[in-house]
């Protein structure tokens, strides 16, 4: 049985390594939720030494985890490893083996790198050996960790699985998004399943429309504007986070709270999901840019590394359908931008009316009654959950006001939610995968993403401007149809 636990970050000069994974790490140290000692190994091509290594690494601690640091920064050490040069991996082995006990020390390769290099490194991990646990995981095991993005699409995603899966078995792939590390994103479920009054109502019968948001203010801050450029908000948020959302607010109640019960049902949602044909897309999607504003000197076309003539969105809104038993014909409304007003992300449910207004009697023609009862998920930055009705305003007739009951995480005597990386990283160390993306997921995602994507490549879609600090394109109002109401301004 191993006794030890080894964390091998490819990628640790980059800057989630120094920013996110070692304090990640660090708090749960501190915290004192590792049951077995842990050494870190930070690995990269470029040369530096443990000491100098920790070093960079002091202006990323917090305040709070200052004292832990000092117990925890000998843990880390450092090898410069070019994982394309033999030599420098079997090095990495030898390392390994001398630090710790052997084939039965557990081993988590964490690959913080440069998609293109998931593939070859795990291709160079595996024929040195490294992979190979004992032949009874229970005694040692070996998992890799995997950043986002899978694939830039359907085909490259399905052949990273079909490549990593030739080294790993599915149960040691731990595919990160990080908004399922987010307590709110969980609280999806636990708010549904474990509370009775909800879930009756979680169907089209009582629920006309379902907005996710994942709105935010920055826009290609420090060095973005390349990657950015290459991806899109379509494949840099909603093929992961916003999807990932709709599957935890769309999906069946699992068996069990076991990675593959959930991951299953999950799944199911996701192939659900309506493919739209390359002619819908400028129906049912509306994209845009910023624009240089007051807010903003700068439009997307001016960022640095952005291609002037580019024609990658930085704003997605799109009225997607579920087809199956439980949300058929219910619109799923989704938006991600970047430079947009406000950062929130938040999911509403609107509920129907009543059948009949007794107050206003039997309306005419084309009046829209008014939507009394939504519930409100706040995942971020406010985190909390609201649900608003009518009530009788005292005094003589019947005049009716909206009113709302609220939770705030910040009530709760719990101090403020862990960092994502906190508790994904204890689960990944732990052996569970709940709160990762299985391979199939990843997959049945883009297929949804593609489709519209194609409709963008082969369609005359407008792609349109929208300045900095607004609330996006105001065509992105048109996804709501009738009296279903409009975007969510946020809490
Ligand atoms: C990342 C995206 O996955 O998520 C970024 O690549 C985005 O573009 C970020 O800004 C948002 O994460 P969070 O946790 O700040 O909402």
Same mark, same amino acid.
């Not at 050490?77 to 030599?87: K, L, Q, T, Y």
């Not at 293109?116 to 646990?133: C, E, M, V, W």
């Given at each position: ?41 930070? *690995? ?44 420098? %991996? ?127 203010? *920055? ?92 024609? %990658? ?85 019947? %005049? ?41 997921? *990843? ?37 709501? *149809? ?10």
């Amino acid at each position: 049985m191993a006794d030890i636990s080894q964390i091998v970050i490819f990628g640790a000069s980059g800057d989630l390594t120094s920013r996110k994974l070692i304090p990640a790490l660090l708090r749960n140290f501190a915290e004192q939720r590792f049951h077995k000692p842990l050494q870190i190994i930070g *690995v990269s091509r470029s040369a530096r030494s443990d000491v100098e290594w920790r070093e960079s690494l002091d202006e990323w601690i917090p305040d709070d985890l200052r004292a832990a640091w000092s117990g925890f920064a000998p843990s880390l050490s450092w090898r410069a490893v070019d994982a394309s040069v033999g030599e420098q %991996t079997q090095g990495l082995a030898d390392h390994l083996e001398a630090l710790a006990e052997g084939r039965t020390a557990n081993r988590l390769f964490y690959l913080a790198l440069k998609p293109s290099l998931f593939a070859p490194t795990i291709r160079t991990l595996s024929s040195h050996g490294l992979l190979d646990g004992p032949k009874d995981p229970k005694l040692g095991w070996r998992r890799v960790v995997v950043e986002k993005p899978f694939g830039r699409d359907l085909p490259s995603a399905r052949a990273l699985n079909r490549e990593l899966l030739e080294h790993v078995r599915e149960d040691q792939l731990f595919r990160i998004d990080h908004y399922l590390g987010k307590e709110t994103v969980q609280n999806i479920l636990s708010f549904r399943f474990q509370n009775a009054i909800f879930e009756p109502l979680w169907n089209r019968k009582h629920i006309e429309s379902v907005e996710i948001s994942v709105c935010e203010t *920055v826009a290609m801050e420090g060095k973005r504007g390349a990657y950015y450029d290459s991806a899109g908000a379509i494949r840099d948020m909603v093929q992961n986070h916003v999807l990932q959302i709709l599957a935890l607010v769309a999906m069946e109640p699992p068996t069990s709270m076991a990675a593959d019960a959930v991951r299953s049902e999950k799944v199911k949602v996701l192939t659900a999901l309506r493919p739209m044909r390359p002619d819908q897309v400028a129906e049912h999607v509306v994209r845009g840019q910023y624009l240089a504003s007051p807010v903003r000197d700068r439009g997307y076309l001016e960022e640095e590394g952005v291609d002037p003539a580019s024609s %990658t969105e930085t704003f997605v809104a799109v009225r997607a359908q579920i087809d199956n038993w439980r949300w058929s014909g219910i619109p799923f409304l989704l938006r991600s931008g970047k430079a947009l007003h406000k950062r929130y992300t938040e999911v509403v449910l609107r509920f129907r009316t009543p059948p009949l207004d007794l107050l206003a009697g039997p309306s005419e023609g084309e009046h829209c009654a008014l939507r009394p009862n939504d519930l409100r998920l706040l995942i971020q930055p406010e985190e909390g959950v609201r649900l608003s009705f009518l009530v009788k305003r005292p005094g003589p007739g019947m %005049t009716m006001v909206k009113s709302e009951l609220g939770f705030d995480y910040s009530d709760l005597d719990a101090g403020s939610s862990p960092p994502a990386y906190q508790r994904l990283l204890l689960d990944a160390i732990e052996g569970n995968a709940t709160l990762f993306i299985r391979g199939d997921e *990843v997959e049945a995602a883009w297929a949804f993403v593609d489709s519209i994507r194609a409709g963008w490549d082969q369609e005359d879609v407008p792609m349109f401007g929208y300045e900095a600090g607004s609330h996006g394109p105001e065509e992105a109002n048109n996804l709501f *149809v009738g009296c279903e109401g409009t975007w969510s301004i946020g809490p």
